[in-house]
């Protein structure tokens, strides 16, 4: 091959780059153009509910009618007056999934809240909690705090089972939580370990347990920190990294993408039913 050849060669191989680099550049910009609002700051001035019972009542009925914007206002009016588990779960997964989509995820907000549902004697929302820490989603990584609550959820399942919601297959999901714990761990393979720290963290009591600060370092490699920037500003409050374990993944994608039949089918037949949460 003459230098002549060995220049266009790589002439067009300098172009192909740089068509890639700006293709790359024009999806980055169009991907910040479109994408969502966070939820609005002013929803949480909303005033505290003066009526909670029919406020709950209201936000049952706005969920079957698919006013979810509606139903995360009205949960915060309620929660301002008397928290309770069921408003502080519909929140945490109104700032999940962006309200459905209707708005950016913030899971620094929503593990905060999931914790706070957690702490009623709830066992969905400590696994949730669970997971956030286990996959650093919202907050650090933390296998301590995901162990006491994948811990919590398996002692609410058995002590208090009339207290969770109903048609959930709640043993699926602690064991998936406990492989999913022994995978990213694997320290806790290590029966001694594994022991002393079940024993440390069944005698904790829940108000020492403490609660989540949400992560200010995005906990992803270099490039998609960048991008995080961009897409979601500096908290760091978006996804996680991708593991390796399908079943933790997957319940992830469930928790954003099936939200919405997580609030019509249980938080909202819940309600209809006048269950206590």
């Given at each position: 091959?003459?230098?002549?050849?060995?220049?266009?060669?790589?002439?067009?191989?300098?172009?192909?780059?740089?068509?890639?680099?700006?293709?790359l550049?024009?999806?980055m910009?169009?991907?910040?153009?479109?994408?969502?609002?966070?939820?609005?700051?002013?929803f949480?001035?909303?005033?505290?509910?003066?009526?909670?019972?029919?406020?709950?009542?209201?936000?049952?009925?706005?969920?079957?009618?698919?006013?979810y914007?509606?139903?995360?206002?009205?949960?915060?009016?309620?929660?301002?007056?008397?928290?309770?588990?069921?408003?502080s779960?519909?929140?945490a997964?109104?700032?999940?999934?962006?309200?459905?989509?209707?708005?950016?995820?913030?899971?620094?907000?929503?593990?905060?809240?999931?914790?706070?549902?957690?702490?009623?004697?709830?066992?969905?929302?400590?696994?949730?909690?669970?997971?956030?820490?286990?996959?650093?989603q919202?907050?650090?990584?933390?296998?301590?705090?995901?162990?006491?609550?994948?811990?919590?959820?398996?002692?609410l399942?058995?002590?208090?089972?009339?207290q969770?919601?109903?048609d959930?297959?709640?043993?699926?999901?602690?064991?998936?939580?406990?492989?999913?714990?022994?995978?990213?761990?694997?320290?806790?393979?290590?029966?001694?370990?594994?022991?002393?720290?079940?024993?440390k963290?069944?005698?904790?009591?829940?108000?020492?347990?403490?609660?989540?600060?949400?992560?200010?370092?995005?906990?992803?490699?270099?490039?998609?920190?960048?991008?995080?920037?961009?897409?979601?500003?500096?908290?760091?409050?978006?996804?996680?990294?991708?593991?390796?374990?399908?079943w933790?993944?997957?319940?992830?994608?469930?928790?954003?993408?099936?939200?919405?039949?997580?609030s019509?089918?249980?938080?909202?037949?819940?309600?209809?039913?006048?269950?206590?949460?």
């Open positions: 091959m003459t230098n002549t050849q060995k220049a266009r060669v790589l002439r067009r191989i300098l172009q192909a780059g740089l068509a890639g680099v700006a293709l550049i024009i999806a910009i169009v991907s910040y153009a479109q994408r969502m609002p966070p939820i609005p700051t002013e949480e001035s909303v005033p505290a509910s003066t009526d909670p019972d029919e406020d709950t009542k209201r936000i049952s009925v706005a969920i079957k009618e698919r006013r914007v509606e139903a995360f206002k009205l949960a915060l009016s309620v929660n301002k007056q008397s928290q309770n588990a069921s408003s779960m519909l929140i997964g109104g700032h999940s999934t962006g309200i459905l989509g209707a708005y950016r995820e913030d899971h620094c907000k929503a593990v905060v809240w999931y914790d706070r549902a957690a702490r009623f004697n709830r066992a969905l929302p400590a696994i949730y909690t669970s997971m956030h820490y286990l996959a650093g919202g907050v650090k990584r933390d296998m301590e705090a995901a162990y006491f609550w994948y811990l919590r959820a398996a002692f399942i058995k002590e208090y089972p009339r969770q919601l109903p959930l297959d709640y043993p699926r999901y602690v064991r998936g939580l406990e492989l999913a714990l022994e995978k990213q761990f694997p320290t806790l393979s290590d029966p001694k370990i594994r022991n002393a720290i079940t024993e963290l069944s005698n904790r009591k829940l108000e020492d347990q403490a609660s989540p600060v949400p992560q200010s370092t995005p906990d992803i490699p270099v490039l998609g920190a960048y991008w995080g920037k961009l897409m979601y500003g500096s908290s760091g409050c978006y996804g996680p990294q991708a593991r390796e374990f399908d933790f993944d997957s319940q992830f994608r469930a928790e954003r993408a099936g939200f919405q039949k997580f019509n089918d249980f938080i909202g037949n819940a309600m209809g039913l006048n269950v206590q949460f």
